[in-house]
């Protein structure tokens, strides 16, 4: 999970026109014909989703992943017919926030939906879970203080929770050193709903950061022969090799995140993508 920076400005007018006027319609109907209304309006938030794709560089918001047999969803960070809170309270969500772009995420069919994991037997998927922290305000209908709610499940779109993570040697999500607290319950809840942590996603996350530490270990023995034959040095690929270095932690590239953390890991900090080489936006398809 990196940062997502929302960008309201390449968003579809038509879109935002038809999710305005579902909205509009929405609030004029009695509690108990609401939830049929919004499953009828899919394509509303469907709508959304090249431009949602377009703002992670079409990677999952949560897992950073682009697997191309993967489905992605526009999930509802607020679920908008009903609101799992624990294995025993369910309540009706946030239907308000339905049609509301702000609300919605670009995810992985894994993240969004509920499966079981054939290796470890784990059931895991936000579907229309939304726990919140036990001394935190529940919104609803007729008091929208969202706002004011102290969600467990970590915002891809807030730099503070995404903070709270980071990447260990095995390719793991774990809790960062920022991350202390109520905080730590936050990231466990986030691993298991979102899936960060199953088999595959840690081995790719894994193989990513092989993938970098190969290239700084090529880097430097190029390095080391630069300083014994300096004659030769202009020669050398060293450019090459830290352009794919950096490259690599551009928040385009799959796991970025994880070849971010590897870097650290061997006290390369330098050698990170800076604000400069930051690669232009998507334009949604």
Known sequence: MILVRRDEKILPKKALTNAAAALEELEKLPEAERVAFIKGKAKIWKAFKAALAAMSYEKCWYTETKDPQSFFDVDHFRPKAEAKRDNDTTDNGYPWLAFD???FRFAAGRSNRLSTDEEEELVTGKSSWFPLMADSPTASWDDRCEALERPQLLDPTVKADVDLITVAADGSIEPSRLCVGSNVARVQRSIQLYGLNLPKLRAARAQAMRDVEDTYRALMDVLVAANDHPAAADKLPIPVQVGQLRRSTLPDRAFSRAARAQLHLMGAHD???????????????
Do not use: C, F, I, V
């Open 101 to 103: 772009w702000r609300n």
């Open 271 to 285: 050698l990170s993508a800076g604000p400069e080489d930051l690669p232009t936006p998507l334009d949604p398809a």
